[in-house]
């Protein structure tokens, strides 16, 4: 069983930049296929972003395609999001998943894929 937890939010101006952690314990994240989830007042959790178990197969949804980047650090245990050019349409609390099982070269999008959850990080944008 492995436990997230994000950190990294805040609140910015609309063009900014902000990385988001995932601090992963229990098992190593290497043995989880990763994403980034979000979810907007109102909205429904949405993937923004998803990386295989070995690292290799990258999936972003298309409105933070070129601006955010997905990685994983296995030796510190830890998953990231790099977001650049943040836009107010961005503000959310964004939450990071771990799948526990399937193949070493698949992402997952859906939600209902995955089995462990982080508490979330609220990022605000301001226009």
Known sequence: QVQLVESGGGLVQAGDSLRLSCAASGRNMSNYAMGWFRQAPGKEREIVSAISRYGGEIWYQDSVKGRFRITADNAKNTLY???????????????????????????????????????????????
Request: net charge negative.
């Open 81 to 127: 999001l790099q977001m650049e050019r943040l836009k107010p349409e961005d503000t959310a609390v964004y939450y990071c998943a771990a799948k526990s099982s399937g193949y070493g070269h698949l992402y997952y999008t859906s939600r209902t894929e995955y089995d462990y959850w982080g508490q979330g990080t609220q990022v605000t944008v301001s226009a």
